[in-house]
């Protein structure tokens, strides 16, 4: 696809830095993209986005398509220019948020039939339908409708779903019409290793520009998620972007750009960062607590967001106490830079050789996970990298 490619620019170990051409621009990975539901980074204006360093951000198909819909967001020149955002857009197919509607959708073989969420409406997704939404809407990458395992599930539940997910792939593939759009399927498998080496290897089969990862960060464990990314990267393309769905804790991060991954969304930072929960080089700043009341200090002295460079601790913490909105705009610019500059400095370590140790030493200070945790997801790392080595 000419409007489309993905050039290796540096492995070290599983790691990888990378550029990523579309339509409207170029994104240098690894890359975490915000996220912008319905049209919006919540709080923030597109400019804002765009001055911390964000090369790309998520909307979702599912929020979009009931409101405003499709076909007025197309009326309007497409999403780019309707929420005015000049970087690549990447639309989710609106595959998880129909099937987080639990007991309000029903699946077949041909689709989804559910009820919205707001007024309670029917209406029904289909792989072919999916696609024409996310072609109105214009967005630089796209992806295939899959289902979504519920977890946890018995085996036999995760591998229908993944199958039912190959099948509507292929249905996606011949409802695209669009040129300068990359369709990105989706390895599905839930936490079941035959069922992740499968869906990886059929997916890297197909004739597609990139590939999604799926069914992940859930609710497992954190070393569940980590081994299932084991089980899946090693099959896919060297020569395509690979995109972790979903994941946007700062420890996943670094621990799946070491497995292999190009690409991140969540809605994490900005959901913690309204709720006065603020990233620091050594976990997180509940910045409601009192010992922070007289504080003059940035939240982090190391950042170099707007929000740490002028504002201190203090001050944020009054904005929060007296509910002003101002409050939350700039804890979601700081958590998003914060996240933004963890991926511009896993980069720089990819190309240097030196992103074990890096990683190493970011996470010994960041306490999120406990430790020993951190140490056996290690060890099994380099002990899967070992065997590899070996059987080639």
């Known amino acids: 696809m000419n ?24 994104i240098q990975t690894p890359v975490f993209m915000p996220v912008g539901t319905q049209a919006t980074v919540k709080t923030l204006d597109p400019l804002e986005v765009e001055a911390i360093g964000s090369q790309i951000i998520l909307s979702n198909t599912y929020h979009l398509y009931l409101r405003p819909s499709a076909d007025l967001v197309a009326e309007m020149g497409g999403l780019h220019r309707f929420m005015q955002w000049s970087k690549p857009i990447l639309t989710d197919s609106g595959g998880f948020q129909v099937f987080s509607l639990g007991p309000h959708s029903k699946i077949d073989e041909d689709g989804v039939t559910f009820k919205s969420h707001i007024d309670g409406s029917k209406h029904r997704f289909t792989p072919e339908s999916a696609i024409g939404i996310q072609e109105k809407l214009g967005a630089d990458i796209i992806m295939a409708f899959d289902e979504c395992a519920p977890q946890p599930t018995t085996h036999a539940y995760t591998k229908a779903a993944m199958e039912r997910t190959h099948r509507w792939l292929l249905r996606c593939i011949a409802a695209k019409t669009r ?13 079941e290793a035959d069922l992740r080496r499968e869906s990886a290897r059929f997916i890297a089969q197909q004739d597609i520009p990139g590939v999604g990862i799926g069914g992940l960060s859930v609710g497992e464990p954190k070393e569940q998620m980590y081994g299932m990314l084991e089980e899946t990267t090693p099959l896919l393309p060297r020569n395509k972007p690979r995109y972790l769905m979903g994941v946007g804790s700062p420890e996943d991060l670094l621990e799946g750009v070491a497995r292999g991954v190009d690409m991140f969304d969540c809605v994490l930072p900005t959901r913690l960062g309204r709720n006065g929960a603020l990233f620091i080089p050594e976990g997180r700043l509940n910045i409601g607590n009192a010992k922070y009341a007289r504080e003059d200090a940035p939240i982090d002295a190391t950042c170099d967001c707007s929000t740490c460079q002028r504002f201190s601790r203090a001050y944020l913490r009054h904005l929060f106490r007296t ?7 700039l804890a979601t610019l700081h958590n998003l830079r914060f996240l933004i500059r963890l991926m511009e400095q896993a980069r720089e370590a990819i190309l240097q050789d030196r992103y074990q140790s ?15 945790v951190r140490e056996a997801s290690r060890a099994a790392r380099l002990n899967s990298l070992r065997t590899q080595g070996e059987k080639a």
């Open 323 to 329: 509910e002003e909105v101002l409050g939350l705009r």
């Open 3 to 26: 409007n489309f490619t993905y050039t290796l620019e540096h492995s070290d170990g599983e790691a990888r830095a990378g550029q990523l051409s579309t339509p409207h621009g170029t």
């Open 179 to 191: 040129e300068d759009q990359a369709l990105f399927g989706i390895v599905q498998g839930g936490v």
């Open 358 to 372: 890096f990683m190493d030493d970011w996470l010994s200070r960041f306490q999120t996970i406990p430790h020993a």
